[in-house]
Nanobody
Framework: QVQLVESGGGLVQAGGSLRLSCAAS????????RGWYRQAPGKQRELVAV???????NYADSVKGRFTISRDNARNTVYLQMNSLKPEDTAVYYC??????????WGQGTQVTVSS
């Protein structure tokens, strides 16, 4: 089992920055990929960024060049640095850890609101 606790959401003006954190505990050794998803009202949950063991990263086209995913192995934490935020980035952001057996673990979600 893996437990995920997110932090760092909030309200920010367009053009501003936020950093989300996701602290993990439990069976971390089974994790293959760490990522962030988001879900806006009335929309499906979508992938924002993912970091696979070995260093491969993948970003949604809408956030490329603005968001950066990273990890701190010593703290078992994954981050999402969000710069140049836009109102359309407003959503609940979820941390996701996926195991080598393709089991998914989710955080509780953190609200990000970008005002225009």
């Amino acid at each position: 089992q893996v437990q995920l606790v997110e932090s760092g959401g909030g309200l920010v003006q367009a053009g501003g920055s936020l950093r989300l954190s996701c602290a993990a505990s439990g069976s971390i050794s089974s994790i293959r990929a760490r990522g962030w998803y988001r879900q806006a009202p009335g929309k499906q949950r979508e992938l924002v960024a993912v970091l696979v063991n070995g260093g491969t990263t993948n970003y949604a086209d809408s956030v490329k060049g603005r968001f950066t995913i990273s990890r701190d192995n010593a703290r078992n934490t994954v981050y999402l640095q969000m710069n140049s935020l836009k109102p359309e980035d407003t959503a609940v952001y979820y941390c996701n850890f996926r195991t080598y057996a393709f089991n998914d673990y989710w955080g509780q979600g953190t609200q990000v609101t970008v005002s225009s």
